[in-house]
């Protein structure tokens, strides 16, 4: 495996964990968590709003860090 698979693997594996956590934690088992007011809002909110920028932040550095090796 080389750098360019390891870097897009680790990505994948921090995404994969905070989406299926997220997922989890706004099912029906774990509503109670869910809803538990964060800053005036659900938690389950922020934890939607955060699995979107994290995945903005993870495209962003892989296009970057691709871009920095096809430029080398």
Same mark, same amino acid.
């Given at each position: 495996m080389n750098n360019k698979? +390891?870097?897009? =693997? @680790?990505l994948l594996a921090v995404f994969t964990v905070l989406y299926f956590g997220i997922a989890l934690m706004v099912s029906a088992t774990f509503k109670d968590i =869910? !809803?538990?007011? %964060? =800053?005036g809002m659900p *938690? !389950? @909110?922020?934890?939607? *709003? *955060?699995v979107i920028i994290t995945g %903005?932040? @993870?495209?962003?550095?892989? *296009? +970057? +860090?691709?871009d920095s090796e096809e430029n080398e």
């Open positions: 698979e +390891k870097f897009s =693997a @680790i =869910a !809803a538990t007011d %964060v =800053a *938690l !389950a @909110i922020w934890g939607g *709003l *955060l %903005v932040i @993870i495209t962003r550095m892989y *296009l +970057k +860090k691709m």
